[in-house]
Nanobody, 122 residues
Framework: VQLQASGGGLVQTGGSLTLSCQASGRTFSGYGMGWFRQAPGKEREFVASIGGNGRTNYSDFVKGRFTISRDSAKNTLSLQMDSLKPEDTAVYYC?????????????????WGQGTKVTVSS
């Protein structure tokens, strides 16, 4: 099973980026998936998740700015990031679960992508 994250880059404050995560080796249709991020010197933290039923969950610091979505036919996960702030600078990781919920804890995810770096300049 592989999760390949892409779409990171350098953007100015207030700008937008869309991250994508291509899954292979297993279908994640009907299973929970999520995005986490890790800033330099900090622990990995939850960003957003989507359950097998399409229900979503967001951390307070991205709610209203980020949108998680999935394309089950293509086995892909996306994260639309708008109104980016310098504090959003981090490596973003996609993750897949064996369960169907909208999980917030990293331990709930069995599969992880390699990460894609997002840098927001002030």
């Amino acid at each position: 099973v592989q999760l390949q994250a892409s779409g990171g880059g350098l953007v100015q404050t207030g700008g937008s980026l869309t991250l994508s995560c291509q899954a292979s080796g297993r279908t994640f249709s009907g299973y929970g998936m999520g995005w986490f991020r890790q800033a330099p010197g900090k622990e990995r933290e939850f960003v957003a998740s989507i359950g097998g039923n399409g229900r979503t969950n967001y951390s307070d610091f991205v709610k209203g700015r980020f949108t998680i979505s999935r394309d089950s036919a293509k086995n892909t996960l996306s994260l639309q990031m708008d109104s980016l702030k310098p504090e959003d600078t981090a490596v973003y990781y996609c993750a897949g679960s064996r369960g169907i919920g909208t999980y917030l804890q990293a331990v709930s995810y069995a599969y992880w992508g390699q990460g894609t770096k997002v840098t927001v300049s002030s």
